[in-house]
């Protein structure tokens, strides 16, 4: 089992910064991909980054350039820094961890971007 925890949310003006921070516990040992989704009003939930655990990152292109994926090992973290925001930006963003036996989500942060 893993455990997500998503921080971090809010509003924030176009053009402005936010820094997301996902904390996962249990077990740590088996997740093979780390990263973040996000589900606007109406939209299917789509990824925005993720990061194997061999440190291979992957973006949407939607943030290319402007997202910036991080994981700390030691202190079992996955961060999601967002600069350049846009309004189509706003979403809940969640947190989403995948091993060989499941899928686990966080309960999700809001993002709001207001133009």
């Known amino acids: 089992q893993v455990q997500l925890v998503e921080s971090g949310g809010g509003l924030v003006q176009a053009g402005g910064s936010l820094r997301l921070s996902c904390a996962a516990s249990?077990?740590?040992?088996?997740?093979?991909?780390i990263g973040w989704y996000r589900q606007a009003p109406g939209k299917q939930r789509e990824l925005v980054a993720d990061?194997?655990?061999?440190?291979?990152?992957n973006y949407a292109d939607a943030v290319k350039g402007r997202f910036t994926i991080s994981r700390d090992n030691g202190k079992n973290t996955v961060d999601l820094q967002m600069n350049s925001l846009k309004p189509e930006d706003t979403a809940v963003y969640y947190c989403?961890?995948?091993?060989?036996?499941?899928?686990?989500w966080g309960q999700g942060t809001q993002v709001t971007v207001s133009s």
């Open positions: 989403n961890a995948r091993t060989i036996t499941g899928i686990y």
């Open positions: 990061i194997t655990s061999g440190g291979t990152i």
């Open positions: 249990g077990s740590l040992f088996r997740i093979n991909i």
